[in-house]
């Protein structure tokens, strides 16, 4: 328990979204943590949201127990009865022995984040001050995880308190010891190191807005490096490349493009365009912004359609067989690393996705005998011309609809929109482009140590605070 003589602040924190519930509550708890040490935390949370919470958040919570904070965990029912917004008002009321009181809407769902905005702006509480927070998330590509393993830059926090002043602090994430076991339980060795290098820049600085910068032995790379593709392939290779060996020969130039060009497409760097029926070409991300089912074949994982937020994203088991065959029998012209690279990539698509079962075989024949109840309303993605004309003629175009897709040689952009936190405060400020450009970076810094094995360190911009990556 807290000292008596110490100021006693409390954070509520309702958890009744439908979506994203594990994701949007741990961060916002552990952000919380971070940026107002709350001595009590008040979980209210909605009945659907009780498996999640006994299964999966509250290994959490007991560790903010042990680390001597106060957790109570209240059913929305005992608090909601008749009248949402007067029922809170008086809950909240009964929590004013709290000298200061922090309410945090994000992971609430919209009649929550109403009552505590009305309760924010129209209570007056002596001897109270009262703060209204939202978290800011640029899920984008790191859709599915958490705070603390995404950089601090991307959960952005907003604050508005009563007294106009700024109560939450720029500090450290304060228990990297005691949570970096939750990192064992991750199989997908390239996707915990991004989790491990988020945790540790997050452990060691208390900044809010440095972004990520790799930094080698004889020059730095950051997001203002990330103008074009041509230019970005050229200054890894004769720059970093030819930096790590001396002495290349121009054939070993040609031999590293090839390498480059496959990463950079691998971890999603280009710009992916959908060519509709009129020719007219649409970036990925806003074409299937509101669709329910997305079936993509194997092409688009070497495109890097894991580092898209794609809710309806569908793969089908045919992909996987093309994929292990790529790993395990050697079907491709890439070395072990890549190969390697390939299928961790390929998998943390798959944990975002529904799988559709198929034969065990190639796509391009596959795709159009999976059962058509399961494509019925759907749209299928494929950069193969051949497969995306031969699938056109099939019956499949009676109950699906067939795009293809193709590389811009330009570099990803903003996200199209954040998602609805249903916040009461405006939430306007875009960091998709940030989002996008920290998980970029990140996962280049860890590829280009694995493929090429060379010195790179993943850094904070404008700080010397840097992680040395680590994926075998």
């Known amino acids: 328990m807290a000292n008596e003589n110490k100021r006693k602040r409390c954070a509520i924190i309702p958890i009744n979204r439908s979506d994203l519930s594990f994701e949007s509550s741990v961060s916002v708890i552990m952000r919380t943590l ?49 009248d949402p917004i007067e029922d809170l008002r008086d809950f909240l009321k009964e929590k004013v022995d709290c000298e200061e009181l922090v309410l945090i809407p994000t992971s609430g ?66 228990l990297r ?50 103008k074009s593709i041509s230019y970005l392939k050229e200054k890894i ?11 290349s020969k121009p054939n070993r130039f040609h031999q590293n493009q090839d390498k480059i060009n496959n990463i950079l497409n691998l971890l999603g760097y280009n710009k992916l365009l959908v060519i ?24 688009l994982i070497f495109y890097g359609i894991h580092s898209y937020e ?7 088991l045919c992909v996987n067989y093309e994929i292990e065959s790529y790993k395990y029998k050697g079907k491709s012209g890439y070395d072990k690393n890549f190969s390697d690279l390939l299928f961790d990539v390929f998998r943390i698509a798959v944990r975002k996705a529904n799988v559709l ?37 099939l019956p499949l175009r009676k109950y699906a609809e067939v795009f293809k897709v193709e590389l811009a040689d330009s570099i ?20 998709g482009d940030e989002s996008i450009k920290s998980f970029l970076l990140i996962e280049l810094g860890i590829a280009l140590k694995k493929i090429f094995s060379i010195d790179v360190k993943v850094c904070l911009q404008h700080e010397d605070k840097c992680v040395i990556p680590s994926y075998s």
Request: some cysteine.
């Open 34 to 82: 971070e940026a107002y040490n709350p001595d009590s935390f008040v979980i209210i949370y909605a009945k659907f949201n009780e498996p999640m919470l006994a299964k999966k958040l509250d290994p959490f919570l007991k560790i903010l127990e042990n680390d001597g904070k106060v957790v109570e965990k209240i059913s929305v029912n005992k608090v909601v009865k008749e």
């Open 109 to 174: 769902a919209n009649i929550i984040a109403v009552s505590m905005g009305l309760f924010f702006s129209q209570e007056k509480l002596s001897n109270v001050n009262i703060c209204l927070a939202n978290y800011v998330f640029g899920f984008g590509p790191w859709y599915r995880l958490y705070y603390p393993f995404v950089p601090r830059n991307v959960e952005k926090l907003i604050e508005v308190c009563k007294d106009n002043r700024r109560t939450a602090q720029n500090g450290k994430f304060p």
């Open 177 to 226: 010891d005691k949570i970096l076991h939750f990192l064992d339980e991750e199989r997908n060795s390239f996707l915990k190191e991004i989790m491990r290098i988020s945790l540790e820049l997050n452990s060691i600085s208390n900044s809010i807005d440095s972004s990520i910068e790799l930094r080698f032995t004889n020059l730095k790379l950051n997001g203002e490096d990330l």
């Open 237 to 247: 290779n004769k720059e970093i490349i030819g930096s790590s060996e001396k002495g």
């Open 276 to 299: 509709k029926e009129n020719d007219e070409k649409i970036g990925l991300e806003d074409f299937v912004e509101g669709k329910e089912k997305v079936v993509i074949d194997t092409n």
């Open 310 to 316: 794609i809710k309806g994203l569908s793969i089908p």
């Open 357 to 393: 079962p198929t034969e065990l075989s190639f796509c391009d024949e596959m795709i159009p005998r999976i059962d058509p109840q399961l494509l019925e309303g759907s749209i299928i993605l494929s950069a193969d011309q051949r497969a995306v004309e031969f699938w056109k003629e």
């Open 412 to 431: 990803r952009g903003n996200l199209p929109s954040l998602p609805n936190l249903n916040s009461t405060v405006n939430l306007n400020a875009n960091k």
